[in-house]
């Protein structure tokens, strides 16, 4: 499975969760389980990779459905911008960072005066 031949970083997991869309990474191990027991030599356990991915994923808190945004676009009108199309990119562009580990509370709002001045 080339999923399981990459490096299983928390930032590999996460947009994993994402790319998955309304399939969870629970339904994608049943599924590689299910292929590599259906396959002659049939294994006597799961590989190791998929047990890691299995972890690793429930240890992140995203087994069951992609990671929640820290930040909503109230969080980002709360700091006294309007609400309109911006909002969004700048959410976006956060949720982004979320996935890349680039900050797991609140303190990724610290980004969001930097988004303003690159997007004019």
Do not use: W
Not at 64 to 75: M, S, V, Y
Not at 81 to 109: E, V
């Amino acid at each position: 499975m080339p999923i399981l031949n990459n490096p299983l970083s928390d930032k590999a997991i996460r947009r994993l969760s994402v790319r998955l869309d309304k399939a969870s990474i629970r339904e994608l191990c049943y599924l590689i389980e299910a292929d590599q027991c259906g396959r002659p030599p049939l294994p006597k356990k799961c590989s190791d990779k998929l047990i890691f991915l299995i972890y690793k994923s429930n240890l992140l808190g995203i087994i069951d459905g992609k990671p929640e945004a820290i930040i909503t676009g109230q969080d980002i009108v709360d700091l006294g911008y309007k609400p309109g199309p911006i909002i969004g990119k700048i959410q976006k562009k956060l949720y982004q960072m979320q996935l890349n580990g680039k900050f797991k509370n609140k303190s990724g709002l610290n980004f969001v005066k930097d988004f303003v001045s690159q997007l004019g």
